[in-house]
């Protein structure tokens, strides 16, 4: 194994002192008294030595590190920097393996619990052939443990934490690691799921690229367990330095909020979705099925190569960055199929240069990764259906921390593509997308939104929290600013309607959604025999 891989499997990043020190001085006002500090996978012991500059005299520390070099670095610079007030030893052990519950301490009193655990997930373990990979049938000892993280994927910090919450729990400690703040998030839900006595939480966010060169959102997080209280909020703070929390996260009928007073004032429209919002076409093979025109309107692929497929294949195409900024389409996209059932054979006869094109990079399709491919029809993709071809959407990218939505017409006559990191609602008309339009940028959906939305996540807007929305109650609870709103937008695209049209519109939507609340859109009840008709193209 090559250093470099070593390294990266051990999650072998040292924590830099004047971290290690910030983050002490930050737990102090959190718990004040410690006597213990017990330092997990503690490396050249850099808590430990912050632990004993920071923190009142008298404390004794313990250092579990699986690497014996790194536990005589910290041992010998532990020699070096404590004083006779602290005492301390460090153990050579597997963080996997250790038996917490074993510990021997010398001393009684508050027990903090910090460190750095490694930032890899059990996949990239696996990846690399790891043996440092946790047991799983410890894993399942834990109650919803498979349920909360799944069994093939999570963070190795997950599992060191969830280790520290339930074996430690009777000696009712201060647990404060450095991990993604993804993780937070999880060992939050996982704090609660399992029932356990959360006193407070709290999380401060870091700086991972300066201190630790990744570009990771990270986090100090601290629990704190005092065996009686149920307290599942957590209060969060921009920085080490922040003297006031901006935000509290928590948990509202088990599901975790990124703002529990934002939620309070939006939570009447916090629902579901009386329609269903739809992800953009997934392909996986951008450079074969992505064109661009040139100045002559041939369209080539990012191979360079000129492609000439039937124009009924041939769609424009927006990307989640075109649509968070509001540009045109400059891309199109081919299509395979109308929808998920269909085959693809026939297009040898119904579409021959289309058919050839594909045949060309036919072993690019087969290389496809993603398991979604599998048993499917050759050159398929995901994300079609009538809903795709609708004339008229809403549209918003998954990947951006502020949600900029946009009303989309036709372009050239044809209605408009979206990749997969972006979400839409299809609307049959220009009237129905901008009063959808106007409720998702309403200051109700904005605040809803604000409370469910992670920023930090790698993709903070999500199917499962659009789908939340309740665009019925916003709607009847905000129709005159609504149905202003509305018209202004179809004015900027060239669709001007008297404000009595749009009123009806309005009421037509209203009553199909008063009718059958969370029924499947219009164009999922669509016969698919007709979804070649004109009013889908």
């Known amino acids: 194994m090559s250093k470099t891989s070593s390294r990266k499997e051990l999650g072998d990043f040292q924590t830099p002192q004047e971290l290690a020190v910030e983050c002490t001085r930050v737990l102090a006002t959190i718990q004040r008294g410690t006597r213990r500090v017990l330092e997990p996978t503690c490396g050249e012991g850099s808590f430990m030595l912050a632990a004993a500059s920071v923190l009142e005299p008298s404390i004794e520390m313990v250092g ?22 602290v005492t301390w030893r ?13 510990l021997q301490w010398e001393m009684d009193g508050p027990l903090l619990v910090l460190g750095n655990p490694p930032w890899v997930t059990l996949s990239e373990l696996g990846a690399m052939d790891s043996v440092q ?18 069994e093939s994927n999570f963070d190795v910090a997950e599992y060191i934490w969830m280790r520290l919450l339930t074996e430690l729990c009777r000696e009712k400690p201060t647990i404060a690691l450095l991990c993604k703040t993804s993780v937070a998030r999880r060992v939050l839900t996982l704090a609660a799921h399992l029932d ?11 700086d991972a ?61 916090d629902g579901s979705s009386p329609v269903e919002w ?48 509001g540009r045109p389409p400059e891309r199109y996209v081919i299509v395979t199929q109308r929808s998920l059932a269909d085959e693809t054979r026939s297009l040898r006869h119904t579409a021959p240069k289309l058919w050839t094109y594909l045949q060309t990079h036919a072993e690019r399709f087969a290389a496809r990764k993603s398991s979604i491919y599998r048993n499917r029809a050759a050159f398929s993709m995901f994300g079609i259906g009538p809903y795709t071809f609708a004339p008229w959407k809403v549209a918003v990218s998954g990947l951006h921390k502020a949600p900029r939505y946009q009303l989309v017409g036709p372009s050239e006559g044809l209605p408009v593509l979206f990749d997969d990191t972006s979400y839409f609602l299809p609307c049959e008309t220009a009237a129905e997308a901008a009063i959808l339009l106007s409720v998702m940028t309403s200051e109700a959906a904005t605040l809803l939104v604000k409370s469910l939305m992670f920023a930090d996540a790698k993709r903070p807007v999500t199917k499962k929290l659009l789908q939340r929305i ?27 309607l008297h404000a009595m049209a749009i009123a009806r519109v309005a009421d037509q939507l209203l009553e199909q959604w008063g009718e059958v609340h969370n029924a499947p859109s219009l164009f999922d009840v669509i016969d698919l025999a007709t979804h070649e008709s004109a009013s889908i193209h």
């Open 90 to 102: 460090v153990e050579v052990g597997d963080m996997f393996r250790h038996d917490l519950g074993k």
């Open 470 to 496: 309740d665009l019925a109650a916003i709607l009847r609870q905000n129709r005159a600013g609504v149905e202003r709103d509305a018209k202004a937008a179809l004015n900027k695209v060239g669709q001007h």
């Open 133 to 150: 990979i946790p047991d799983r049938t410890n894993l399942r000892s834990v109650r919803g443990i498979d349920a909360l993280t799944g």
């Open 64 to 85: 579990v590190e699986i690497q014996p070099t790194h536990a005589d670095v910290a041992r010998r610079l532990l020699n070096c920097s404590t004083t006779k007030n």
């Open 209 to 269: 690229k300066k201190s630790f060169g990744v570009a990771v959102d990270a986090c100090l997080f601290a629990v704190r367990l005092d065996g009686a209280s149920n307290n599942y909020q957590c209060q969060v703070f921009d920085s080490l330095d922040a003297s006031c929390p901006t935000s509290t996260m928590g948990l509202v009928e088990g599901a975790l909020v990124a703002d529990v007073d934002a939620h309070a004032a939006s939570r009447q429209y």
């Open 196 to 206: 356990l006595n959360v006193a407070d939480s709290f999380l401060w966010r870091i």
């Open 278 to 325: 739809r992800q953009g076409v997934k392909h996986d093979l951008a450079a074969v099925m992505e064109l661009r025109a040139d100045d002559g309107g041939k369209l080539h692929n990012a191979l360079g190569e000129t492609v000439e497929v039937e124009d009924d294949w041939v769609y424009p195409l927006l990307k989640g960055s075109d649509v968070n900024k």
